[in-house]
């Protein structure tokens, strides 16, 4: 049986459908590169929350936002902000570009969407996983997640 990711290519046409075959073999040699923005991902989430806590604990102390100080550290703030929500932004792009898809709220955990037996499924890998091993349907969470059974996909999928 052979397990095959769908994805739109929305620069080319958006009415196209682009496939991509995917066993969790193929997915797994894709971890290196996945695991990496996923890692990106999850440091920038991580400093925009932190920065964002900090902008709402300074711009709730009305009489310190008027100080030449604060301005400028509010501001420096801000722009780094902004630089950090602009490098997740083409962290994401990059993972969607390979067909990946993100749990939301994203913690980390991706799925690649696939086919098994015409019915779609998603390919599921968490931080941690040594390799796609784990699948669930759509629509279901990542804590629905089954292990892969070489007898259900074939085994030509794994190797």
């Not at 496939?19 to 996923?38: D, G, H, N, Q």
């Not at 925009?48 to 604990?57: H, N, P, V, Y």
């Not at 902000?81 to 390979?98: T, V």
Request: proline share 6%; glycine share 4%; charged share 25%.
């Amino acid at each position: 049986m052979m397990v095959r990711a769908i994805s739109n290519d929305n620069e080319n046409n958006a009415n196209e459908e682009r496939e991509v075959t995917f066993t969790p073999s193929r997915a797994t040699k894709m971890l290196p590169l996945v695991r990496r923005i996923v890692e990106d991902i999850l440091s920038l989430q991580a400093s925009i929350r932190i920065q964002s806590e900090q902008l709402q604990g300074i711009d709730s102390l009305p009489s310190t936002i008027e100080l030449p100080d604060y301005q400028e550290e509010v501001s420096d703030i801000r722009a780094s902000l902004a630089g950090e929500q602009a490098r997740l932004d083409a962290c994401l792009r990059e993972l969607n570009s390979l067909g990946v898809q993100l749990h939301q709220p994203f913690s980390g955990t991706v799925d690649f969407p696939a086919v098994w037996n015409r019915r779609p499924i998603c390919l599921c890998w968490h931080p941690g996983d040594a390799e796609v091993m784990y699948f669930h349907e759509l629509g279901q969470s990542a804590a629905d997640r089954k292990k892969l059974e070489p007898s259900l996909f074939g085994v030509e999928s794994f190797s």
